[in-house]
Each structure stands twice: as structure tokens, then as C-alpha cells.
């Protein structure tokens, strides 16, 4: 958090001139003193800084120069719809990613698994807004399904989600395969096959529960991925109207105060999601459970 | 990561390079890994050389040849990939976008593979000196994945391709720094980097000789999927509009150019983002690959065998399969082999094993670890781990000769099994009573309920006390000797006519073992079943069977009633191993002589009987021809120098 901060401060008060975003263009040496003076431009480098991490512990990040509104309630009216796209593209990924992988553990190194593991890559390999481009270009564009662009409804969702789901359900199944083959290899399953189960039954039953907290570690760290990466590439690309597409018109615009609110608040989030993993991860182990008890 | 920390063979002795980690352990690249690298040596020299060639033909604008299709799909071959909405040549625009991914990745991947793995080095050798700062810092880094701040430092300061590359750099260095520094950690702890800190080497020579070669392979490892990341961030960026420029050539920005086109020149979209996608893929086809070499141990279900119905146990041809024959024993092995195929070769662990058990009759089989009597175990039920397969011999069930497919049909129902070490033979995160219940529903068929109920009358059977309370705990909850009595709960739950146990006390205490034992006794006498106990102590053996089994090398030397064997050992090796063990009648644990080291794979293969180089009875014949099994009376022995 303190390292995002210290980033941001650097880049918006010391690398770049903030006050010139803010003036419009053509203004006067006076308006600039104006402006500089009344956002305390012009104060010592430490003051400064004094100032922006007070601004920031609560939460104040400035106005708009260019919607005029509180930057930061720009940004968490804009936070909905960018949750909506992570949910509904985490889901698919898992909903891909699990069945990929009892598949090519199933049979390792059979022609199925191969598919499987080759089949992830591609998802890992492929760029989400080339895969949102072709998705339009198929789906919207020859076929007429799905609107191109815009947000709200379960139709727009469509695309997006599937292109920001692919490159996720890759990740997670060439994790997922490799922490379930491991815990194949683990006693345990020798003793469930002993016990007459099938092999199906002990990767489903057995090595896939066992694998849950590595897959839960990745999980968590493409929920962070996608709030911070993945939508402002594909939000973008469709034109979803969350935080990611924010981040991208206030940078077009220079808007100085909504894209630290913009990183901020994002990095809140991330905090928060990587919190709540590991209380997740915490309750998967009836021993880390007890504990906790 | 393990495979680096492996001392040097032959101890102190200091390796002058170590370039691609063991020695002898070298990996034949994969097909895959060879198209891959060819994939992106093709690229990269288009990238190079391609832009001196095409650089006008990328730039000039031809409005009168705009959008032309690619070659294949009604163009001409002057532009073979087509042109885009102002005229310029596709292929050229790939080119000249080929050489900036290759730029920006081979920058990134320069700048900050270099600076973090000096500082993860500096941070490996001076632990005092801001080590804890430094990884502070990395790991909050590493929490945050952020293309987001790339995009926000990068579009505030204005785009530019050394931008990129810093910024990339920035966000990129952390994943070095935490590698270099944990493998330098446990480098330095290895024996050639030890001695030649003893021989007096200087810091530089250790550091640049010894340590950095060391690093090297995971290093690029690692290097490689970083390029395959700062290429798909390039192109991001450029994309969104904050990378690269125009009129500069990107693949990225040749998408987001090709949209506005989308309808009628699917080109411009695709191409590009094909280059991105296969250069991507092939870099990480490349990484995984050379994550293989980082770790030589294949992982086992890997190399399973190409064809599974192959094997030769299936291939014999089963008698016609005959009612079960009330006079035949229960199981009957015959000529057993079982090989595992390693990297290094094929090793026999179980060669023309045959042994016979009888129905409620209790057979021990004793040996050393590594004789293949756990091998020979795992055979029955077809679970021998891979590389290992079963290679001949037959097993008859009731006089009926079974193919291993068979063999799985019979576990747990009628052949079950009990564990050396009962805690890991648990599924650490069920409940011991649905563990025993799993079994239930799937042989006898039982209700969710009836399994329950009947789960907790098991583990009263075995003693367990409170037994309704224990089966709603988890492994973790149970001591070693509980444990084992869970397992045995679970392996009794079907109805098994054999119980193989494997070791089923070496893990427990004293007074443990002798209970476990007793209820192993009691279950044969009270249900009937034969139990086939796998031991090295033979005391246990002695203890709880009629027959018992001595192998060696992965052979039967002799075999025959526990008491006559054990009295009068005809075998050489079965008198050592007697004599090796505690005797109830003299002082504990008074051992007069070791038991002899277990043979490896080679010497195994040669001609002769396998305990000939430590016999003390060898006679010239032992070394060349291989003893056969001779039947005297009740018992036999595979000896050309029998005792008595």
C-alpha cells in the first residue's frame, strides 16, 4: 500500500507538472500560480508529501478536472460493474478450469490430458483484448448474437467475461493440474485405490479437495489480477462502463485526481481480496480450522 | 529448485562450471520445446533482419491499395498478408511490430533480470545487510499485480518504448530478486561452494564461478516467461493507446488500428494477434521445458507406460476362465517380475517371484528394504507405482488366472491392504467414519445412513474407544497406533477375503505394535481371512504366521513353515538375517554382524545368485549360475550350498 503511494505521489507531483493538467490549455502565468497555490503545488517536496498521504488516509483524492465531480465517488460508482465482470469471468474460468483438469489427470500423459495442458497454454498465451476483438468480430459483428459494446445487462457481460475468463481458466488449470497430479502421488490416494474407488473418484473426491489451497492461492491471485489488470484492458475493449475504461478516458483527459483515486482504491481492493483469501485458505484445512476455533 | 541443492558427486570435490544443473542428468529436449525453439528463432531473426528489408514498404501509404486481402484469400502476392485501411503492407507491419516486442522484451527482461538477481545475490550473501527490508518490499510488490499502475505511470509521463521498458522493470525485478536470493540461501550451504569458501576463494570467484552458473538455469527460466509477459504488457499498452505510438509499428496498436476495420478486413485483426499468441505460446512451451531439466526427477505419472494393455500379465492368455476352484488356494503368484523404467534404465525390483496363500492362512514375507516385497505387494492389487510394471508372471485368484484390470476389480472388496504409516494413508481432510463409510457404499452398497452406522460398529471392532465420536475426527486427530487401527477398519469393512499388510507396525511404538498385531490375529481367527504380512522384522513374522517368505534382490531365497525356517535356516542369507535380529532369549538387540547391503539394479542383472558377494558359503558355481528353488519336504531354498 505504502510502496503504491509512494508511486504515485512520484509520478503525479514529481515526474509530471500536476498544475499544467489542471489549467486549461492557453491559460495565464497568473491562472497557473492560481491553481499551483490553491492545490499546494507550490509547496517544499516533504510538505507535499505530508499532505497527499493525509489526503489519502481519508480518502480524499481531489475533483475531477474533467467530470468536475469528487474523484473518489467517480470511482466507486464505477466499482459495481467492474466487480460484476470479475465475478462472472472468475466463475467461467473455474467452471473451465475444474473439469480440465479431472480430465487430464484422469489419464496423464494420454492424448486427453494433452489437449487439456495445450489447451491451457493457448488460454495463457492468447492477449484478452485480441480475444475480445475476435470475440466481437465472430459473435457481434458476422453473427449479430451479442451488441458490441456497452454495459448493464447480462448480454453485454457475455463477451467480456469469456475474454477476460480464458487467460484465468489457463492459469488455473496448469496450476491445478500440477497440485493435483502432486497430491496423486501422495499415499493417501495409493490407500483410496487399495480401497477398490476408482481413479476418477480419488482425483474428485480425494486429490482435488487435497489440492484446493494452492489452486485457492491462484485463485485469489487472479481475482487481484483481473480487479487490476485484466478489466482495463478488456473493459476497454467493450466498452464496459467499470473502473478499468475510467482509468483509460482519465488518462486520454490528464485527469490527474481520478486516476490516483483510480490506483488507490483499486490497490484497496486487491488488499482486500488477498485478504479474504487467505481466510479462505484458512478454513480448507480442518487442522488450520481448529486452530482458528 | 531441490535438484540444485544436491551436493557435487564425490563430496568436496569443485565442479569448474556448472552450466545446466547435474551432470548425467541431461534431458533430451522435447519435440515441443525444439518446434518452440525454432518458432522463436525464426521470429527473432525476422525481427532483426526482416525491418532492413520492409521499413519503406511498413511506412508508405498507397491509398489506391487499401484493404487488399491476403494472398490466399483473393489478393496478390505483393502484399501476401494483405494491406490495411491507408495501404501499408501487412507482412512488413508484423515485422517492424516483431522487432518491438522483441525490443521491449529483451530490454525488460535484461534490465530487470540483472539488477534483481544482483540484488537478490547481494541480499543471498549478506543476510544482515537489508535482506528483511529488501524482501518486505518484494513480497508487497509481488501482492500487487498491476498492470493498472504500468498503465497510470506510463500514460501520465508520456508513452515511449524506454518508458515501457523502465516501468516494466520496475514492476518486473521483484520476481528475480526473490528467486536469486532464496537459491544463493541454499547454494551456499552446498558442499562445492562450502569448500570453496574453505579453499580460500575470493567473494568475486564464489560469487561469479560458483554461484551465479549455479542461478543461471533458473534464472532464464524464469526470464523466459517474463519476455512472454513484458510482450503481451507491450502490447497491452500499446493497444489501450499508452504503449507504442504511431507511427511506430506495434502488434498491440495493429489490433486496436485493425477494429476500426473489423467488419470487412478480418486481417488486420487477426494476424497480429496470431504473431502475439504463437510467440507467447512457443516462449512458454520453451520455459516449461527448461523447468524440467530444473527438476530431473521425472515425475513419475508421467512415464507411464505407452500402452497400458501392453503389459504382460495381461498379454498371457488366461485360462478359460473356470468357476472358482474350491481345492485351488486362495492366491497363487507364479513367476512374478516387475520392472521399474527408469532414466537410467530398466531395474528389475521383483524377478520370478511365486508364493501361495491359502485361505484363512496367515504367510509372512520377510526381507530388507529394497528385497521387492512391498513391489510385490503393490502387484497384487496392480498399483505398482510407475515407472514400475508388472512384466510376467501370473497371479491366480481361486485357481483363475487374472489380468491386471481384473486385479483392480478385486481391491478393497475381496484383497485389501494395511499401511506401513496409517496417518498418511488417510485422507487428511475427511472425516475417518465418511473414510470408512466410502467403502461401504461402494462394495456393499449400502444407504449414506447404513454406511455410517456400520463405519462406527467397524471402529469398535478394532477397538477404538467412543467410537461414534472418533469417526466424526479427522486423521490428524488420531495417534499412530489409532490410526493404524482406522486403516485396518477401512480395509475390513468390505468383507476382504486376503489382507495384505505392508509394514503395518514399523511405524508404532513397542506395545502399539504388539496390539496392532494381536488385532490383526484375532480379525483372521474370528473372519476367516488370510493375511499376507510384509515385515523386515522377523519377529513379527515369527509371531503371527504359519509360512513364511525370505526374499532378497527381489528374489524368494527360501521360503516354507515359520518355524522350521526359522529353526533350521537352509539359506545362507536367511541365517544372517536370523542372526541379525533381537533375540527374546539373549541380551536385546545384540546383533552379531549387519545384514547385508541390498544389491543395486546392475549387479542384480548379472548371472549368479545375488547374496554370492557376501555369502560366506559360496561355492565357484554361486557366482556364475543362478541357484534354483529345490523343494525338500515342506520347504524350499534357492541355494547350490545349502546349510543342513
Keep these: 500500500m505504502l510502496g503504491v503511494s509512494v508511486v504515485v505521489f512520484v509520478v503525479t507531483r514529481l515526474l509530471i507538472d500536476p498544475t499544467a493538467r489542471l489549467v486549461p490549455i492557453g491559460s495565464s502565468q497568473e491562472q497557473y500560480d492560481a491553481a499551483q497555490a490553491a492545490h499546494g503545488f507550490d509547496r517544499s517536496i516533504p510538505a507535499q508529501f505530508v499532505d497527499f498521504m493525509g489526503d489519502l488516509v481519508r480518502l480524499d483524492f481531489g475533483r475531477s478536472v474533467w467530470l468536475g465531480g469528487d474523484a473518489r465517488t467517480i470511482v466507486v460508482e464505477r466499482m459495481p460493474a467492474t466487480l460484476v465482470l470479475v465475478g462472472a469471468s472468475i466463475g467461467l474460468a473455474v467452471l473451465i478450469a475444474v473439469p480440465t483438469v479431472v480430465i487430464a489427470v484422469l489419464k496423464p500423459g494420454s492424448w486427453l490430458d494433452r489437449i487439456a495442458t495445450t489447451g491451457a497454454l493457448f488460454g495463457i498465451a492468447v492477449p484478452s483484448f485480441w480475444l475480445g476483438a475476435l470475440l466481437i468480430l465472430l459473435f457481434s459483428v458476422n453473427l449479430g448474437w451479442l451488441p458490441t459494446s456497452g454495459g448493464g445487462d447480462l448480454q453485454h457481460l457475455v463477451l467480456p467475461a469469456i475474454a477476460l475468463a480464458l487467460p484465468s481458466a489457463g492459469r488455473l488449470a496448469q496450476v491445478g493440474r500440477a497440485a493435483v497430479l502432486e497430491q496423486m502421488q501422495e499415499r493417501y490416494i495409493t490407500a483410496v485405490l487399495a480401497k477398490g474407488m476408482s481413479r476418477r473418484r480419488a482425483v474428485v473426491f480425494h486429490a482435488l479437495r487435497n489440492a484446493a489451497a494452492p489452486i485457492l492461492s491462484i485463485l485469489t491471485w487472479e481475482v487481484s489480477r483481473a480487479i487490476s489488470s485484466g478489466t482495463v484492458v478488456v473493459e476497454t475493449v467493450f466498452g464496459w462502463p467499470g473502473v478499468g475504461q475510467l482509468a483509460v478516458s482519465a488518462l486520454q483527459r490528464g485527469d490527474v485526481f481520478v486516476i490516483q483515486a483510480v490506483v488507490f482504491l483499486v490497490a484497496v481492493t486487491v488488499v482486500v481480496v488477498n485478504a479474504l483469501g487467505d481466510a479462505g485458505l484458512q478454513r480448507v484445512d480442518p487442522r488450520t480450522r481448529a486452530a482458528a476455533r | ?644
Excluded at chain 2, 226 to 249: D, R
Excluded at chain 2, 306 to 318: N, Y
Excluded at chain 2, 397 to 418: N, Q, S
Excluded at chain 2, 489 to 512: G, K
Design chain 2, 1 to 644: 529448485m531441490a535438484a540444485l541443492t544436491t551436493p557435487a558427486p564425490g563430496g568436496a570435490s569443485v565442479p569448474r562450471r556448472r552450466r545446466w544443473g547435474r551432470p548425467g542428468h541431461r534431458r533430451p529436449p522435447t519435440r515441443s520445446a525444439v518446434v518452440a525453439a525454432a518458432v522463436l528463432v525464426t521470429i527473432a531473426v525476422a525481427a532483426v533482419v526482416g525491418p532492413w528489408f520492409v521499413a519503406d514498404d511498413a511506412r508508405t501509404v498507397r491509398l489506391t491499395e487499401k484493404l487488399e486481402p491476403p494472398a490466399l484469400f483473393g489478393g496478390d502476392w505483393s502484399a501476401p498478408l494483405g494491406t490495411d485501411g491507408l495501404g501499408r503492407d501487412v507482412l512488413a507491419r508484423l515485422l517492424m511490430g516483431a522487432r518491438v516486442s522483441l525490443e521491449v522484451g529483451l530490454g525488460t527482461v535484461v534490465l530487470a533480470g540483472v539488477v534483481g538477481t544482483g540484488l537478490g545475490v547481494l541480499a543471498g550473501r549478506h543476510r544482515r545487510w537489508g535482506d528483511a527490508v529488501l524482501m518486505r518490499i518484494v513480497d508487497a510488490e509481488l501482492s500487487f499485480p498491476g498492470l493498472l499502475i504500468v498503465l497510470a505511470v506510463i500514460g501520465l509521463v508520456g508513452p515511449s518504448k524506454l518508458a515501457i521498458i523502465l516501468v516494466l522493470s520496475l514492476v518486473g525485478w521483484m520476481v528475480y530478486t526473490k528467486l536469486a536470493r532464496n537459491m544463493v540461501l541454499s547454494l551456499q550451504e552446498t558442499t562445492y561452494v562450502e569448500a570453496a569458501e574453505t579453499v580460500g576463494c575470493s567473494p568475486r570467484r564464489i560469487v561469479f564461478r560458483h554461484l551465479l552458473p549455479g542461478l543461471m538455469p533458473a534464472v532464464l527460466t524464469v526470464a523466459t516467461l517474463e519476455f512472454a509477459n513484458a510482450v503481451l504488457a507491450e502490447s497491452a499498452l500499446s493497444y489501450v493507446g499508452f504503449g507504442i505510438e504511431p507511427p511506430a509499428v506495434s502488434w498491440g496498436l495493429m489490433v486496436a488500428e485493425g477494429q476500426a476495420y473489423a467488419s470487412s478486413a478480418w486481417w488486420l485483426v487477426v494476424f497480429p494477434g496470431l504473431g502475439l499468441a504463437a510467440t507467447v505460446f512457443a516462449l512458454h512451451v520453451l520455459a516449461n521445458w527448461m523447468s524440467t531439466r530444473l527438476h530431473p526427477e521425472p515425475a513419475p505419472a508421467l512415464v507411464e507406460p505407452p500402452d497400458a494393455e501392453g503389459r504382460a500379465g495381461a498379454s498371457e492368455p488366461a485360462p478359460a476362465s473356470s468357476p472358482e476352484d474350491e481345492s485351488a488356494p486362495l492366491l497363487a503368484i507364479d513367476g512374478l517380475r516387475v520392472v521399474f523404467h527408469t532414466p537410467e534404465g530398466p531395474t528389475p525390483a521383483v524377478q520370478d517371484v511365486s508364493l501361495t496363500v491359502r485361505a484363512g492362512e496367515a504367510v509372512g514375507v520377510v526381507g530388507e528394504s529394497g528385497s521387492g516385497k512391498s513391489v510385490t505387494a503393490m502387484a497384487l492389487l496392480d498399483l505398482v507405482p510407475p515407472p514400475g510394471r508388472r512384466e510376467a508372471g501370473t497371479i491366480r485368484w481361486h485357481g483363475t488366472a487374472l489380468a491386471p484390470r481384473d486385479l483392480e476389480g478385486l481391491r478393497g472388496k475381496r484383497i485389501a491392504m494395511v499401511f506401513q504409516d496409517p496417518v498418511a494413508a488417510l485422507d487428511p481432510l475427511m472425516t475417518v467414519g465418511r473414510q470408512i463409510a466410502e467403502v461401504l457404499r461402494e462394495h456393499r452398497g449400502l444407504s449414506r445412513r447404513a454406511a455410517a452406522e456400520r463405519a462406527v460398529e467397524l471402529l469398535a471392532l478394532t477397538g477404538i474407544p467412543a467410537p461414534s465420536d472418533r469417526a466424526r475426527q479427522y486423521p490428524y486427530e488420531f495417534s499412530g497406533g489409532m490410526a493404524q487401527r482406522v486403516v485396518v477398519a477401512m480395509a475390513i469393512a468390505a468383507e476382504p477375503e486376503l489382507l495384505i499388510a505392508d509394514e503395518p507396525t514399523s511405524s508404532l511404538d513397542v506395545t502399539t505394535q504388539a496390539q496392532i498385531l494381536e488385532l490383526l490375529d484375532g480379525l483372521r481367527e474370528r473372519l476367516g481371512l488370510a493375511v499376507l504380512l510384509i515385515s523386515h522384522d522377523l519377529g513379527v513374522v515369527a509371531a503371527s504366521c504359519s509360512t513364511v517368505v525370505v526374499m532378497y534382490a527381489g528374489r524368494v531365497m527360501e521360503e516354507g513353515p515359520v518355524d522350521e525356517v526359522l529353526r533350521r535356516p537352509r539359506h545362507p542369507y536367511t541365517r544372517r538375517l536370523i542372526a541379525c535380529s533381537p533375540r527374546l532369549d539373549g541380551p536385546r538387540f545384540q546383533f552379531d554382524g549387519s545384514p547385508s547391503a541390498v544389491p543395486d539394479g546392475a549387479s542384480v542383472v548379472a548371472a549368479g545368485c545375488p547374496f554370492q558377494p557376501q555369502c560366506d558359503r559360496a561355492i565357484d558355481r554361486c557366482a556364475v549360475e543362478l541357484p534354483p528353488m529345490v523343494a525338500v519336504g515342506a520347504r524350499s531354498a534357492a541355494c547350490w550350498s545349502p546349510d543342513g
